[in-house]
């Protein structure tokens, strides 16, 4: 069972940067695509960002492109997010995931990801 461990959550003020880590707990997790996702209060699971697993190929959802980077090192089982520029609307629970199979994608669903960490909460102040 892949456990990942998400970090580098906190509070940040509009225009700010913040930096998340997941850590997984499984090489495994090198050979599929990896994703982060968020989740504001009272709203839905929101595709955030994917990387596939060589780290080639990324998708982002239109609010993210060009302030947000996602990155990934294999040789250190770890997936990262770097939030720049970040608006009050960024403000959630961001959860990264794992696929459990083989993938040269990078899928957006949510139902495609078998891993999941407990999530860190990412706070910005107006």
């Known amino acids: 069972q892949v456990q990942l461990v998400e970090s580098g959550g906190g509070l940040a003020q509009a225009g700010g940067s913040l930096r998340l880590s997941c850590a997984a707990s499984e090489r495994t997790v090198g050979q599929t695509a990896m994703a982060w996702f968020r989740q504001a209060p009272g709203k839905g699971r929101e595709f955030v960002a994917a990387i596939s697993r060589s780290g080639g190929r990324t998708n982002y959802v239109d609010s993210a492109k060009g302030r947000f980077t996602i990155s990934r090192d294999n040789a250190k089982n770890t997936l990262y997010l770097l939030m720049n520029s970040l608006k009050p609307e960024d403000t959630a629970v961001y959860y990264c995931?794992?696929?459990?199979?083989?993938?040269?994608?990078?899928?957006?669903?949510?139902?495609?990801?078998?891993?999941w960490g407990q999530g860190t909460q990412v706070t910005v102040s107006s």
């Open positions: 995931a794992a696929m459990n199979k083989i993938t040269y994608g990078v899928p957006t669903n949510p139902s495609e990801y078998h891993y």
